[in-house]
């Protein structure tokens, strides 16, 4: 079977939710995307789990690609925050969840666990797959329970860092200050205004030739905040997560 042929359960893995398709080699969706909530406590297994029950919903496919959120490195898990805290986001960490994510090669388990191939890296990479054009320096931002970050120059993808553990205003990270939390107190207005800060701040870091702005809070933007960001913002539909499922097997 040519890699043209072949069929990619793609999951994007949330704080708050897990979505999952199927899409052929041209990214073509087979199904609609599904969505259960992501189940706490939730060790690795558990999302195993979890990934085995997406599936059984959906058509058969000859590989996966899985983004979830944190440091992972060539498909092990640094760090991954929600997923070590005992009800998820904003909760107490667990000790015992802690142990059991830190060094967990989520995709050797998960290719075991289906018996196909398998592709996990971090979600803002599996999203930007879906979205860079492949030229000049392509900053890419995810909005959801916090911030997803991955850059790419020429096409290539750069390594991995977490920009949401960065200070901001001196108390705060970037994954508390513009995360749904804080969006749910503040308002979408005012939260707007963070991420209109947030990138003019930024901006001068990274000079960036496009910074595409996608999660599923993008779409929360205020209208009139929008027009404030710059022609070289970009946002973009939520589906990224799932339709870089096949392309992040290009970038990988």
Same mark, same amino acid.
């Given at each position: 079977? *040519?890699?043209?042929?072949?069929? *990619?359960?793609?999951i994007?893995?949330g704080?708050?939710? /897990? ?6 080699? $041209?990214?073509? /969706?087979h199904?609609?995307p599904?969505k259960?909530?992501t189940?706490?406590? !939730?060790?690795?297994?558990?999302l195993?789990? $979890?990934?085995?029950?997406? $599936?059984?919903? +959906? ?5 996966l ?17 929600? &997923? ?14 802690l142990? !059991? ?17 398998? /592709?996990?890296m971090?979600d ?7 979205l860079i054009?492949?030229?000049? !320096? ?9 911030l997803?970050f ?7 993808l750069?390594?991995?860092?977490? +920009? ?8 705060t990270? &970037?994954? *508390?200050w ?21 990138v003019?701040d +930024?901006?001068?870091v990274?000079?960036?030739?496009? +910074?595409?702005?996608g999660?599923?809070?993008?779409r ?19 589906? $990224? ?12």
């Amino acid at each position: 079977m *040519t890699t043209s042929e072949m069929m *990619t359960l793609a999951i994007d893995c949330g704080g708050l939710s /897990l979505k999952a398709s199927v899409l052929d080699g $041209a990214g073509t /969706l087979h199904s609609q995307p599904i969505k259960i909530p992501t189940p706490y406590p !939730l060790s690795p297994k558990r999302l195993i789990e $979890a990934f085995d029950e997406l $599936a059984a919903s +959906l058509p058969a496919f000859d590989r996966l690609t899985i983004g979830m959120p944190g440091m992972i490195r060539h498909g092990v898990v640094v760090h991954t925050p929600h &997923y070590i805290n005992t009800k998820g986001p904003l909760t107490k960490v667990d000790p015992e969840l802690l142990e !059991l994510w830190r060094g967990f090669d989520m995709q050797s388990a998960v290719s075991k666990y289906f018996n196909k191939p398998a /592709l996990v890296m971090n979600d803002a990479e599996v999203h930007a797959a879906g979205l860079i054009s492949g030229s000049g !320096l392509e900053v890419v931002i995810t909005l959801g329970t916090g911030l997803g970050f991955c850059m790419f120059d020429g096409g290539k993808l750069a390594p991995h860092f977490e +920009l949401s553990h960065a200070p901001v205003r001196r108390s705060t990270s &970037y994954d *508390t200050w513009i995360g749904e939390h804080e969006r749910r107190r503040l308002g979408d207005m005012f939260w707007s205004r963070r991420i209109q800060s947030m990138v003019d701040d +930024l901006r001068p870091v990274f000079w960036w030739d496009r +910074l595409y702005i996608g999660g599923g809070n993008s779409r929360r933007i205020r209208p009139e905040i929008l027009k404030t960001l710059g022609d070289d913002v970009v946002i973009v539909s939520n589906t $990224a997560g799932i339709l870089g499922g096949v392309r992040a097997w290009e970038i990988k």
